[in-house]
């Protein structure tokens, strides 16, 4: 009765009804699967909303298209049409050979066999072929096609094991039990098999399933996760298992898991757009300055060219003339940026994954850059949040000591003998209860918190303090712990229970809160036993990587569900916090404690607050709620980034998401999120970067994650050395190619003075064309992939390193228009002065004269040599890479000259370039030019790098003269480390924190002290029940279908 009601009051779409051995009445989706992005018909369209989708994409589209414009274009019709086929092609064929492995994978996984029971027999299909409503047999070592329940296996008690690794990571196995009432069913018996299975609509959540068996003549039997066997586990240490199909294809929960990753966009991304946007409108303002110019040309000199028809010139739009400029001008914004950056940032992500130093060889487990987009967003992260256990931790559990009645057992550690003798000083009273020998009593044994347990306990329980008293002791040692109670019950009580459990168990909608509340009628008045106490070691060179990312001045919050003096301890073992650190504790239960609490605290450090300070600031899930609240949260927030180290404790995922959240907006700065476990998602996912581990609590942070590791340790190398290369690297081939195009398009502006804003080129339409793709694309490859600010041995002995990149100094507004400003400066030179140079023409051999191609021509070598010996000086790390970009790039456009001279006519392109470069080469004024220019242009930048690194050098400058000396041992430079300390750590105003007195209780300067606890998995079955299910003493015999 209380599934039928609880159907009719849920939503039908949720609930699905599935019969047994009547497959005409199942029809639900398909067993294949497909996690590719295109098919065969569909590539074209997505492929091409998907890239003009972008807005530089669909600009160069829109040029294009007027491009084709008759009498519009002054480039002609296809010289931007050409790159842009060619970028696109690029790209389709990246995403074909991605696509293609998606399909190849699929295609391998939807052929496998698979046995189902159909037509009163057994046959071999497909998992394509799989449908809902199907009794599947699964052997030894096979993987599972689809989610179904299990109804039969060949254990004892209808056990089997099934390994979840491709679902969660966890190499251990998990214990499955069929349900009695199906338990012993063979082959003969599932002919007759009559009924149906009543559950709850498709979802993503692996560990939770409610469902109702109801078969023919028999009573509803719940049916739960306990039952359920998931697609892509593999049946182990079991030679068979029978199980019914439930969800199938897409609908399977390990589908219903692969979503793809919230769309993260680094700042530098950001950036880049808006300066894009801007540069569009200064196009437009270009363009509108030529038609403003065109037209007072033409009033002007109208009378004297008569010669070249200007009568039709009132007939032209201004709407018209602008568009000819904005073809004109379009190539401001570099069309090759966004495969140029493709290219980059996915060779990077490859330096990360090849990163021997950040192989694990325990588990054979490589760093794995999972985007590639974020690259450079690790060489500028500003907060750290970190999960305790298994990320600072390594998760692996070892029982150390325990307490029972009162007694610590186990090896005690002579550095807490002082505790020890304040606990002999107490001994506990032991006494004996009839209850334990009385067999007419069951005894109901509960673990888990102590918070949990003790709110429970029975006001009869004995060794409470006691316990409470070892507890503390425990935790003062580092140890996890775990209080162990039991109730008494009567035959009778637990059947009256047990009715109310069925009950409970059966219903559809809400299932889990009606059985918590079943638990509750049961879970009191416990007596307390004991408790015990596990240690969990850190991880290798964690608080020598804490030491570090704090010197690169990267702010560290712990956000843990373990209790407040478990995570203190852990933060001294890692040296976050430090002796004489004093610490902000906030424990409140109640809005009115907490505000106070916060608002004494804020006034209390006066003008620190906001400032870095030598403070540590620890805090509780209730109380967080409480600190969250809007009457609150602005001070809490202030008072919490105005202390050097943060720990949160007994948070939820839910509240660890919402912490980096609140920093997000509040700071403006770039977090990073590293975790090992599904608690960790959110967070991960809320952070501008996230980072999983790959450690004991499974893959579900990893596969959430932007970049995975297998130790926190390599985290260093990741952000100070890879961050800080990618971000040089990234930032230096945007400034680079901005500057490229500025430096070459502007010069139309200036030959638009010289031809009466007539809307004429000055270079030949198809080398306009190719200077992105082909003769200036190699100097940017190389500033991106192989570019380093200094060593990556520097990088790790000197962490304050990190903090140039950190601090975006080197990609900024500021910097991107300084870089523009300067590539104008050098097309004014690059124009003007071989304009000058040939302002009274001259007559080449066989009395010919020059024309505008001619100078166009010369102007265009010079920016070719121009603009690759720039990329040369913005070098820091040379190698043969560098040499071969910048010298072959000048060759590729003497050879392509050379060869494009003779064309025509033999292929019909480029009459006008013909004979060019006989002239050219032969010209005394080019070779002049070809020394002269691109050293005048130049000179201003050495010049001022000169004097800006000698008389203002940084940091960065110290280490390269360290470097270039070949001094062993890096330190920091006296000066440079006072202006450091001042700049990022303000330690004039921390260093007055001795000076502040704290009024509120919450300061504490002691050592710490207190518990925490640990969980144990809750089984299908207990240990004790499997093994005893196994008789040792006799010879096993082989169930068998």
Known sequence: MGCQHSLQGSDASKVRTIYLNEPIRNNFCKNSISTAKYSIWSFLPRYLCLQFSKAANAFFLFITILQQIPDVSPTGKYTTLLPLMIILTVSGIKEIVEDYKRHMADRLVNTKNTIVFRENEWKVIMWKEVKVGDIVKASNGQFLPADMVLISSSEPEATCYVATSNLDGETNLKIRQALLETAEMQTEQLSSLSGKIECEGPNRHFNTFIGTLYLNGKSPVAVGPDQVLLRGTQLKNTRWILGIVVYTGSETKFMQNSIQLPLKRSTVEKVTNVQILVLFLLLLAMSLVSCVGAILWKEGHGGDIWYIGTKGYSSHSLGFDILVFIILYHNLIPISLLVTLEIVKYIQAL??????????????????????????????????????????????????????????????????????????????????????NDPTLLQNFENGHDTVIYERLSDDSLFVKETLTHLEYFAKEGLRTLCIAYTDLTEKQYQQWLMEYKKASTVIQDRRQSLEECYDHIEKEFLLLGATAIEDHLQARVPETITALLNANIKIWVLTGDKQETAINIAYSCKLLSAKMPCIRLNSNSLEATQQAVNQNCQDLGILLGEENDLALIIDGETLKYAFHPEVKRSFVNLALSCRAVLCCRLSPLQKAEIVDVVKKHVGAITLAIGDGANDVGMIQMAHVGVGISGNEGMQATNNSDFAIAQFSYLEKLLLVHGAWNYFRVTKCILYCFYKNVVLYVIELWFAFVNGFSGQIIFERWCIGLYNVIFTSLPPLTLGIFEQCCSEKSLLRCPQLYRISQAGKIFNTKVFWFQCINALVHSFILFWLPMKMLEHDMVLQGGYTTDYLFLGNFIYTYVVVTVCLKAGLDTLSWNKFNHLAIWGSIIIWLVFFAIYSFLWPTIP??????????????????????FIVPIVCLILNLLWTSIRNTCNGTLLEEVRKMERGRVQELHLPTAFEKSVKTEHLQLPLSSQLHKVVFQDESVDRSAPRGYAFSQLEQGVITQEELIRSYDATKIKTSKSL
């Open 909 to 930: 392109v480029a009459p006008e370039m013909t004979g060019q470069v006989s002239v050219v080469l032969v010209c005394p004024y080019f070779w002049l030019g070809f």
């Open 351 to 436: 330096f990360i994954n090849w990163d021997e130093d950040m192989h694990y060889e325990g588990n054979n487990v490589y760093a794995m850059a999972r985007t590639s987009n974020l690259n450079e967003e690790l060489g500028q992260v500003k907060y750290l949040f970190s999960d305790k256990t298994g990320t600072l931790t390594c998760n692996i559990m070892t029982l150390k000591k325990c307490t029972i009645a009162g007694i610590i057992y186990g090896n005690l550690s002579s550095r807490s003998d002082t505790i020890l003798d304040n606990l002999s000083a107490s001994p506990s009273a032991i006494t004996e209860s009839g209850g334990f």
